[in-house]
T-cell receptor, first 114, second 112 residues
């Protein structure tokens, strides 16, 4: 049981390049999330998906797009990377039931944009 | 506007003593609170939670206290162990909304 997996673990991009961060969960969770963590800022929600086929913006969605490919997979795309997007990105999932708010996190992707 | 605040960026505690991590919130709609622990180069892991209908929840060495009138919660770790050295985030949810709002974290260092 792998839980939440993310690829790649590390990535360096030049300004203007694009890339997709991949996330998959094997816990049959309905909801999935993308966060970024910056020093002194905590975890900020970029996008989330309450179910397959639905996505909604979080606190900091500008410069990102997402795809909920199926129940297991939720990808985050940077179309034209900027140095301000240098961060650690975490994917998370949760049951999606009102009785359980606990989110399970992946190991993170450390992205540097030069 | 930071709705969940952890005003202490860092805390050092001797091994065996009590560690107390604090969290304040401003949104009165928050009704469920969680604590996460994060080691370097890993994702956060869930530690303990509390609903607004309670004022205390205990799990082994970890206890979370909620003071709704003060909009304040705290995490107590007793006794503190070297493996507790990590960054701790508090998070809050409002009225059945699955989205969590996180604080900025407190780095706890346990001194052997």
């Amino acid at each position: 049981n792998a839980g939440v997996t993310q690829t790649p673990k590390f990535q360096v991009l030049k300004t203007g390049q694009s890339m997709t961060l991949q996330c998959a969960q094997d816990m049959n969770h309905n909801s999935m999330y993308w966060y970024r963590q910056d020093p002194g800022m905590g975890l900020r929600l970029i996008y989330y998906s309450a179910s397959e086929g639905t996505t909604d913006k979080g606190e900091v969605p500008n410069g990102y797009n997402v795809s909920r490919l199926n129940k297991r997979e939720f990808s985050l795309r940077l179309e034209s990377a900027a140095p301000s997007q240098t961060s650690v990105y975490f994917c998370a999932s949760s049951h999606g039931l009102a009785a359980s708010y606990e989110q399970y996190f992946g190991p993170g992707t450390r992205l540097t944009v030069t | 506007d930071q709705q969940v605040k952890q005003n202490s960026p860092s805390l050092s505690v001797q091994e065996g003593r009590i560690s107390i991590l604090n969290c304040d919130y401003t949104n009165s709609m928050f009704d469920y609170f969680l604590w996460y622990k994060k080691y370097p180069a890993e994702g956060p892991t869930f530690l303990i939670s509390i609903s607004s209908i309670k004022d205390k929840n205990e799990d082994g060495r970890f206890t979370v206290f909620l003071n709704k009138s003060a909009k304040h919660l705290s995490l107590h770790i007793v006794p503190s162990q070297p493996g507790d050295s990590a960054v701790y985030f508090c998070a809050a949810s409002a009225l059945g909304n699955e989205k969590l709002t996180f604080g900025t974290g407190t780095r706890l260092t346990i001194i052997p």
